[in-house]
């Protein structure tokens, strides 16, 4: 695995979508500013317009400065001369223009330069592009970015996997799930394993349960097509926070070799206990429904808070809490290690007092909170809490999660990206609910979803907004 990429020929699909402009052309920017990317590279959009590469790179400029960073003039300049489009589309069948913007690309670059291709678009258009990455030369030796969800049911993912298996080889497919590359996911790894003060409280001895929480203030008005066929469930549960669980409950890996990290990632989703469809209250924001792009009629979860077990000496009994939803109260991407209450002389000390936390949003920051001695001549006590923002380590360069992980995807470290096995067993885990869903609750905007996910967290509370 290289540290320092060499010449890359970076394609990305669906480059004038949303996707792009919100999250992947801003992360491009990124490592040029910071000096990342290599010497020798170009960036070819594509997509089914006929778009010039000078309108490409107008595109790209308005959407740096409506999603940062913003395109200051040296940097930007440099950035917009690699910038390319290939229109016409692309499948098995036509290539579009895309083979000979390639083409022109490897004169200048050699060919052995090094293909990426990132696939931002929709999941139902990852079988064709990828068979036409088959059908028109693209594959060997190439590293394919799929975004998520990959698949949309347990018979869909099988599907795709055998088809992606069949014109690339495992070693060149990076399944993306942006926060495994967020800085305090990482961090999670260096919290448990580099200090015995929380390596040793790690298990069910100790923990009270563990809550993966992230609310969202979010409507879905600009993405209600994709979203109405997705929902919360597909969006979030059986892709981020199944992840973020596994990161929390891992065993510790052999090492942080990615295979390592990889297996043991794999390996605690493999005793994932298949959810309970009665441990799960799902809820639609009202007004969804008046959305355009919202089917008639709409059942589509916006809201899911789910109670996930793991079946393993190690958290057998613990119950992972995990909530998300669109429109609610406010936004937040926490992942809260909750103790038990100690053996202790104080008769009444409340609950859920000793928490770990690490806040997923932004730079990251890790929070212990606490019981300390309130000072005087009483032995009462009080609250306490002690906050880390990440970004105030010395020295911290903390990039975005989606920089992190396409400099990982250059140099192909594949650590942070999902396996086949280990997706296989979330969509096994998944699966009961998918065929027994209940039935959407309504809730209000701005609130904290349906009343009924309060009691999930019994006999104590969700740690946010209760």
Same mark, same amino acid.
């Given at each position: 695995m290289a540290t320092t990429p060499g010449p890359v020929v970076f394609v990305l699909f669906g480059a004038t979508g949303d996707l792009s402009k919100r999250l992947v052309l801003p992360a491009f920017y990124t490592l040029a500013i910071e000096g990342l990317l290599p010497e020798?590279?170009?960036?070819?959009? $594509?997509?089914? /317009?006929?778009?010039?590469?000078?309108?490409?790179?107008?595109?790209?400029?308005?959407?740096?400065?409506?999603?940062?960073?913003?395109?200051?003039?040296?940097?930007w300049r440099e950035f917009a001369s690699r910038l390319r489009f290939a229109g016409g589309g692309f499948d098995s069948d036509d290539p579009g223009s895309l083979l000979?913007?390639?083409?022109?690309?490897?004169?200048?670059?050699?060919?052995?330069?090094?293909?990426?291709?990132?696939?931002?678009?929709?999941?139902?258009?990852?079988?064709?592009?990828?068979? /036409?990455? /088959?059908a028109h030369g693209l594959a060997e030796g190439a590293r394919v970015v799929y975004e998520k969800p990959f698949g949309t049911s347990p018979e869909s993912f099988h599907k795709l996997n055998r088809l992606v298996h069949r014109v690339l080889g495992e070693e060149q497919v990076y399944r993306i799930d942006h926060f495994l590359g967020k800085e305090a996911t990482q961090q999670l790894h260096v919290t448990r394993f580099a200090n015995e003060a929380f390596a040793s409280m790690w298990s069910r001895e100790h923990v009270e349960s563990v809550q993966i929480d992230v609310p969202e203030t979010l409507d879905v008005s600009d993405r209600a097509v994709f979203y109405d066929a997705t929902g919360a469930i597909l969006d979030m549960v059986v892709t981020h926070l199944f992840q973020v669980a596994a990161e929390v409950a891992m065993e510790p890996p052999e090492s942080f070799d990615p295979n390592a990290l990889q297996a043991a990632r794999q390996k605690v989703i493999r005793a994932f206990r298949p959810i309970d469809p009665a441990?799960?209250?799902?809820?639609?924001?009202?007004?969804?429904?008046?959305?355009?792009?919202?089917?008639? /009629?709409?059942?589509?979860?916006?809201?899911?808070?789910?109670k996930v077990w793991i079946d393993n000496p190690?958290? @057998?009994?613990?119950?992972?809490?995990?909530?998300?939803?669109?429109?609610?109260?406010?936004?937040?991407?926490?992942?809260?290690?909750?103790?038990?209450?100690p053996q202790s002389?104080?008769?009444?000390?409340?609950?859920?007092? $000793?928490?770990?936390?690490?806040?997923?949003?932004? $730079?990251?920051?890790?929070?212990?909170?606490?019981?300390?001695?309130?000072?005087?001549?009483?032995?009462?006590?009080?609250?306490?809490?002690?906050?880390?923002?990440?970004? @105030?380590?010395?020295?911290?360069?903390?990039l975005p999660a989606y920089s992190r992980l396409i400099h990982d995807v250059l140099i192909g470290n594949r650590a942070l990206f999902t396996r086949p096995d280990g997706l296989a067993a979330t969509w096994r885990t998944i699966e009961p609910l998918l065929d027994n869903r209940p039935k959407p609750h309504t809730y209000k905007p701005g609130s904290w979803g349906p009343a009924a996910a309060r009691q999930l967290a019994a006999p104590h509370r969700w740690l946010l907004g209760q």
């Open positions: 020798q590279w170009v960036l070819i959009g $594509n997509g089914r /317009g006929d778009v010039s590469h000078e309108d490409f790179r107008q595109r790209v400029r308005e959407s740096l400065t409506q999603f940062g960073p913003a395109p200051a003039k040296g940097p000979d913007v390639i083409d022109e690309a490897r004169k200048e670059f050699g060919a052995e330069a090094q293909m990426i291709h990132y696939l931002a678009i929709p999941p139902v258009a990852f079988p064709e592009i990828t068979r /036409g990455l /088959g441990e799960v209250v799902l809820g639609q924001y009202a007004g969804y429904k008046q959305l355009k792009g919202v089917r008639r /009629g709409s059942v589509t979860d916006t809201f899911v808070a789910a190690r958290w @057998r009994g613990v119950p992972f809490l995990l909530r998300t939803g669109k429109m609610l109260a406010e936004s937040a991407q926490r992942v809260s290690i909750v103790l038990k209450k002389p104080w008769p009444d000390l409340p609950p859920q007092s $000793n928490v770990l936390s690490f806040s997923l949003a932004g $730079n990251g920051q890790i929070e212990l909170s606490f019981l300390a001695k309130k000072p005087g001549v009483t032995a009462d006590v009080e609250p306490a809490s002690v906050v880390l923002p990440l970004d @105030r380590l010395p020295d911290a360069d903390p």
